[in-house]
């Protein structure tokens, strides 16, 4: 009798320390809060990637790309003929986005994010390994699998019709890979992936690195000093992240201190390069979301980025507590209303949950709640790449 009233004492002792543990863990019943407040919206979001099919850059090309059928290709938003010479080089019409131009590899690319994410969290909140095993027919397809895999670079994106192939400013189009590079990490560490599907996925991931942080067209974005700037690092973050790659990790964080904050933030929490936008509001929606990944995702044990702030008090608090009245009452916006898709916005922006959980304001998580989850249009989907919350909390 002793023999089993000894280890039936353990098991009760290391049971009641683990809930101990996670009581003082409000990470832990943050999660719970939101997997249970999004839980209809990921099943059902879940169920119809469970019968989407699959398709990558491999299914479309386009004849004006200079690439190769396993190359990304897209073509500038606010690019149009010009009415003078139409078979000229485009003319650029800021804000104004061309309908025509080519967007079948974008719309696959962020197809594919929304159904990876969509599945990986089903299998989060059941873990049920349907979910799992068809988030990793898409990842297969478009990293490992060669016949359809994605070559893993950006050389041809958001190029302009009789001007350049691609630019640096297409690597925004990556965007759409942070969260099923998430994904990846999370379906790795519940033992749903191969190890040999692990390292293929990360070699395409650290190739993919390569071309950011070596290719012109990498440099060129990295350089950006709006939008773009923020959403390279939190790219680079998150890539770096899934590989393992701390010297580009403390990279990012390096230049979100010294660079993004005080090139891109003035000291009543704004930002005055999306301010002069023809888009002002979503644009600045759009920055601070990325910036706050940025914090979200490089921020640990030792490393604090979400109390940091430069001399003048930019930090993440500081743009949040800027844009969070306009969120609230986007009627009191004092600046001119977007050209296009001001009734797209706002919705539930992730820097408003993260921010909330991390600086102890329960007030942005409860407007979180009350805010659309998705958005209504192709503009809003391409503009809100981080769509599962559940995903990125631990």
């Not at 898409?138 to 893993?152: C, E, G, Q, V």
């Not at 660079?259 to 999306?274: C, R």
């Not at 003048?312 to 009627?331: C, L, S, T, V, W």
């Amino acid at each position: 009798m002793r023999d089993f009233q000894y280890p039936l004492a353990i098991f009760i002792f290391l049971s009641s320390l683990l809930l101990a543990c996670q009581s003082h863990n409000p990470h832990s019943s943050i999660w719970q809060e939101v997997a249970d407040h999004d839980r209809d919206r990921i099943l059902e979001q879940a169920k119809q990637a469970l019968s989407a099919p699959i398709v990558t850059v491999t299914d479309s090309v386009c004849q004006r790309s200079e690439g190769g059928t396993h190359d990304f290709y897209s073509e500038g938003d606010y690019w149009w003929p010009d009415p003078e010479h139409l078979d000229g080089p485009y003319i650029r019409r800021d804000g104004l986005t061309n309908p025509d131009n080519f967007t079948a590899h974008r719309r696959a690319m962020r197809q594919m994010s929304i159904h990876v994410a969509a599945l990986a969290a089903a299998f989060e909140i059941t873990g049920e390994s349907k979910y799992a095993s068809r988030a990793i027919d898409h990842l297969d397809a478009w990293f490992i699998n060669p016949k359809t895999r994605m070559n893993p670079h950006m050389k041809f994106a958001q190029a302009i019709k009789g001007r350049v192939p691609g630019r640096g400013v297409g690597l925004i189009d990556g965007i759409h890979l942070v969260e099923p590079a998430q994904c990846v990490s999370l379906l790795e560490a519940s033992g749903q992936l191969t190890s040999q599907q692990v390292q293929a996925i990360k070699v395409w991931f650290v190739q993919f690195l390569d071309f950011m942080t070596q290719h012109e067209y990498g440099i060129d974005e990295r350089e950006r000093k709006n939008n773009h700037g923020s959403c390279w690092v939190m790219q680079a973050a998150q890539f770096a992240s899934l590989v393992g790659d701390t010297t580009l990790m403390n990279y990012c964080r390096h230049r979100y201190k010294t660079v993004l904050l005080p090139n891109q933030m003035a000291t009543d929490g704004s930002f005055p390069m999306e301010l002069e936008r023809t888009k002002p509001y979503g644009y600045s929606l759009f920055n601070i979301d990325a910036m706050t990944m940025v914090v979200h995702i490089l921020s640990d044990d030792q490393h604090d980025l979400w109390s940091f702030t430069l001399d003048e008090g930019q930090g993440i608090a500081k743009g949040i507590e800027f844009i969070y009245p306009y969120i609230r009452d986007k009627q009191s916006w004092p600046y001119e209303p977007d050209v296009m898709y001001w009734d797209e916005w706002p919705l539930r922006h992730p820097s408003l949950l993260f921010a909330g959980i991390h600086l102890n304001k329960p007030e942005y998580i409860e407007l979180w709640k009350t805010l659309p989850a998705d958005p209504k249009t192709e503009e809003g989907w391409r503009n809100f790449p981080i769509r599962q919350p559940v995903l990125w909390i631990e």
